[in-house]
């Protein structure tokens, strides 16, 4: 195979030279000649001693070209084919007659079924030019894309005489690999979107090249209330919305703006330009009107509504991470405003936010510091004429602040998660103070979404009433519709297995949910509690009386005693003993009081409609 002008050793130095070089990284590249030096030298120690055990240095150096698993080939000074082993034709789909030595680099080119991909070709210089081994030959990298679809890559050494000496790999299952592995690192396998890092890193680049008059607008997506699709359709049926709510996003957002899918529900879109906010309001509008139409699944329909936060740069921020905590804390606004709407980012957001998070600090420590207390406010039992129960109401007594009202920091212990430790001390403390009561008065405690979905529920209350020796048939569990919309398939059976028990179970703040009728039939309810709004107008407003009217026939024509919430007057306690309502509870029978006043409480005479309230009791 060799033409006898090249000494086989030191070709065969130059061949593992090159072969180690196609391995190394460029930026390892300087660093490896020297040790490629080096192992040269034990390399052709080890060589020559091989060679003495062979018949000749010629019949080594075949065996050992032709089981090489890459191509090679060398050219001398006047760019002819000298040599070159089995693979090399292959690998460029060469024929027999087009390598017949002599042929001309330029020759096997055109000849070759391919082309070279010239927007790869790289040329390094070897740094020890002092070398006598490395002279100054360079290396450099060609790449050719063959026309069945493979890519070669080659790395030629370019000895100082102008000879060459080249290595040939076909590279492209590890392409592809590479490519599949960025592809995966980069987008959410199930829409196809770019993912959370990838986006990340394409906002620093659009914040990095920002030209001084240029927005870039951030908003950051939530789909309203995913969690009960995936909960109550199953996780195949969120995933296939998804992807639908992904198709909309996308034909929303177009293709001047970047999208992605940041996590489970969550989206974001990047949009640069100069007309902000208008820009980015008209692209908020356009992804409402887009996600407004009902998703299928199946013959079923199902309805969602997006809550959008948008933070523009440079005005909310420079840099990726401030802008992207501004959208989401501008997202929990729109959230707290009621979802399906969009909110942009202002400062004052930010200093709300650092509130919250100044008051979520101060709850993580209230159950252990006892800042908690309840507060009872009488049921009272209309037909009896007498209290029945009370309800026990959350206090919190911060150390600062003073006395917190529940709707200031219970959705944030949902929230956070905190409502699970606060709840199950509610329930001890409620059970514990209801011993002490006679046997006829009965104890309601709220109970949030949250106990049923992180809590053991069933546990909390067994061990509060065990604790307490309370039969279970005096504790009423209040949940709000919010409750069975979160997951009525694993909120049920809770809800069974406590009904079992002889728990009673009461429906909350009835009338404020959206779909009140088909909450109410899902559950065997003891009870339903008329919500206050629907008693301010009773006495004058005739609609607002035939309202409360149906309301208290439906809850009786499905056997639920019906309590109604929010009673301030006389007049309309007068006028609900005229209806078939069970029972009231109102500041006209007593606001929530501490526990100690609840003997006095139960020691008054029996309301009626036509006594006065009673005098304000001092807590
Ligand atoms: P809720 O369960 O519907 O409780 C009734 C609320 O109405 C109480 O507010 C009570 O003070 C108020 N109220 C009672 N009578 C009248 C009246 O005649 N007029 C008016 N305008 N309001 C009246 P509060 O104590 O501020 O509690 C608010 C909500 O906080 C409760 O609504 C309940 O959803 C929640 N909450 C209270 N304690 C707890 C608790 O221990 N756990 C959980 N998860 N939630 C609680
Ligand atoms: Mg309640
Ligand atoms: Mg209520």
Known sequence: MADGSIDAQRLMELVIATYHAHE???DAFEKNTETLLRDNQVLRGNLSALSQAFDGQNRLFEI??????????????????????????QLFGLMPDDIAAGATISELVGKMRGNE???????????RASSAKAGNSSVRRREWLMHDGRIIQSMVTILPDGSSIAIHADVTEDRKAAERITYLAHHDPLTGLPNRMYFREQVDAT????????QIALVHLNLDRFKSINNTSGVSVGDKILQQVAERIRAAAGSENTLARLGSDEFAILQTGKQQPWNV??????????????????EKQVELSVSMGIAIAPTDGEETDILLKNAGVALSHAKADGRRRERFFTGEMESQMQLRHALEADLRTAVENDEFELHYQPLYDLAGRRICGFEALIRWNHPVRGRVPPMDFIPLAEEVGLVVDIGRWVLRRACTDAAQWPESIKVAVNVSAMQFRSGDLTQDVGEALAAAALSPSRLELEITESVLMENLNEVLPILHALKERGIRISMDDFGTGYSSLSYLSSFPFDK????????NDIVDNKEAHAIMRAIILLGDALGMRVTVEGVETAAQLALLECEACDEIQGYHISPPRPVRDVPHLLS??????NATPLPTIKG
């Open 528 to 535: 339903i509690k008329i919500d206050k709004s629907f008693v």
């Open 207 to 214: 914040l990095a090249e920002r030209e001084e008059d240029e």
């Open 117 to 127: 991909n010239t927007t790869s070709r790289t040329v390094r210089r070897t740094a």
């Open 281 to 298: 309001t008209a692209l908020a509008d356009q992804i409402r009107r887009e996600l407004s139409e009902p998703f299928l699944n199946g």
């Open 604 to 609: 008054l005479p029996p309301k009626n409609s």
């Open 64 to 89: 050992v070209l032709n089981n090489l698993p890459l191509g090679l080939s060398v050219f001398d000074a006047g760019q002819r084919l000298t040599l070159y082993n089995i693979r090399f034709p």
């Open 24 to 26: 190394s990284t460029y």
